[in-house]
């Protein structure tokens, strides 16, 4: 098999794989399109989250671990739950320190707090998203801190220029696993906005 028909066949699969696996995320509306960005009206949601001491690369690996750990069966109820989008982080709000992360997952709609099994590990807790609207940039490439501050800065820009007020601690979104090419990810920054 030459080079170009191997490289087509590693397309086709990034491409089917990515269509094949559909994941549950967030519920939201889209409230406007804007240039640069859109803003989305996100309803509540429960999350599973994890505070890791380090930076963006080396918290992130440790906190997938602990969270995949609760979702594939280290729960009260030894329970295997499905896995969702977008994997997030931010920095921890109120810490002096600026290489604290807050990392999470969504948790599936079909939980509530009460039928959501409890963590055993205790550096995993259960979280209530409220409703919140956000301003959302969409990007393509790796999944690395250069590429987010860069996208991060493209929208504050883009929020200065319409005179959007931000609130909060800038969040990441990454929607895809490791295996998917780079140009094929979506990873997103978004940013609680209290006027628009």
């Avoid at 709000?93 to 999470?104: I, K, T, V």
């Avoid at 939980?111 to 959302?136: F, G, K």
């Avoid at 991060?152 to 931000?166: E, F």
């Amino acid at each position: 098999m030459n080079r170009l028909m191997v490289l087509a066949v590693l397309l086709g699969a990034a491409l089917v794989g990515e269509k094949a696996m559909s994941y549950e995320e967030p519920e939201y509306r889209v409230l406007e399109q804007r240039e640069g960005y859109e803003i989305r009206q996100y309803e509540p949601y429960l999350v599973a989250q994890t505070t890791i001491q380090g930076g963006f690369r080396d918290s992130g690996n440790q906190a997938f671990r602990i969270l995949a750990g609760y979702i594939f069966g280290d729960n009260s109820q030894s329970k295997k739950m499905a896995m969702t989008v977008p994997v997030t982080s931010s920095l921890t709000q109120g810490s002096e320190a600026r290489d604290r992360y807050d990392w999470q997952f969504v948790m599936e709609r079909a939980y509530d707090q009460d039928s959501l099994p409890r963590p055993v590990d205790q550096r995993v807790s259960i979280l209530e998203m409220p409703a919140r609207t956000m301003a959302v940039r969409r990007y393509s490439g790796r999944t690395t801190e250069k590429n987010f501050v860069k996208n991060l800065d493209t929208l504050n820009a883009a929020l200065q220029r319409d005179q959007v007020r931000s609130v909060g601690e800038p969040q990441s979104a990454v929607y895809n696993g490791p295996f998917t090419l780079p140009f094929f990810r979506r990873n997103e920054v978004l940013v609680e906005i209290t006027r628009w």
